[in-house]
């Protein structure tokens, strides 16, 4: 079972719309969590970053993080076709040393 | 643009040969990782290495070994590989060692065991 885990799978979004994304996870240990971004035949980039409670908004993109719920979001606002991607939720101990967990990564299809 | 380097892009070879994948980053990063990406894309952590101090995870079969002859090189040897390594391996770098710390990944070799 993986400790983090992302809803939906995939996601078809039409040119201009707002793509949702979804984590969550099983571990009341993680306390910093990255949004990734991985392009066909590239490796993952780091989008951003939320540590704190609340939103958190880097362009057309906003993060939200509930730490009670252990449950992440990401919103893509004005998809663009860009955008086309797999998506992972990555998350972090509190404790030196450990490396990222990767979620399960959602599939954004963004159309023209 | 990139700045992690992993050499070769792509790697077929056949059950019980060794192999080895390079990774060179240039950020002037303190610690090197190896991810393990199978074919349903997860992606799994299986070494961090900074300032000679190795942490594995414990599902890495022993036939797996990263070689470090510095901070900004670490390598990846397989020794006698078997199907269920295909995968692209992902080398990625990051400042330090802290629990906030962002990566910057290279773009992968892609593993195919016959």
């Known amino acids: 079972q993986q400790k983090v885990q992302q809803s939906p799978e995939s996601l078809s979004v039409p040119e201009g719309g707002m793509a949702s994304l979804n984590c969550t996870s099983s571990?009341?240990?993680?306390?910093y969590f990255w949004w990734y971004r991985q392009h066909s035949g590239e490796g993952p980039k780091a989008l951003m970053?939320?540590?704190?409670?609340g939103d958190k908004k880097e362009g057309r993109f906003t993060a939200h993080l509930n730490k009670a719920s252990l449950h992440v979001s990401l919103h893509i606002r004005d998809s663009q076709p860009s955008d086309s991607a797999l998506y992972f939720c990555?998350?972090?101990?509190?404790?030196?040393?450990?490396?990222?967990?990767f979620g399960t990564g959602t599939t954004v299809s963004v159309s023209p | 643009e990139t700045a992690v380097f992993q050499t070769p892009n792509y790697h077929v070879t056949q059950v019980g040969n060794e192999v080895s994948f390079n990774c060179k980053q240039t950020?002037?990063?303190?610690?090197m990782y190896w991810y393990k990406q199978d074919s349903k894309k997860l992606l799994k952590i299986m070494f961090s290495?900074?300032?000679?101090?190795?942490?594995v995870n414990e599902t890495v079969p022993r036939r797996f070994s990263p070689q470090s002859s510095d901070k900004a090189h670490l390598n990846l040897r397989i020794k006698s590989v078997e199907p269920e390594d295909s995968a692209v391996y992902l080398c990625a770098s990051s400042l330090g060692q802290g629990d906030n710390e962002r990566l910057f990944f290279g773009h992968g070799t892609k593993l195919s065991v016959l």
């Open positions: 970053s939320i540590f704190s409670d």
């Open positions: 950020l002037g990063h303190d610690t």
């Open positions: 571990d009341r240990n993680f306390q």
């Open positions: 990555a998350a972090s101990e509190s404790q030196g040393g450990r490396a990222l967990i």
């Open positions: 290495y900074n300032n000679k101090q190795l942490i």
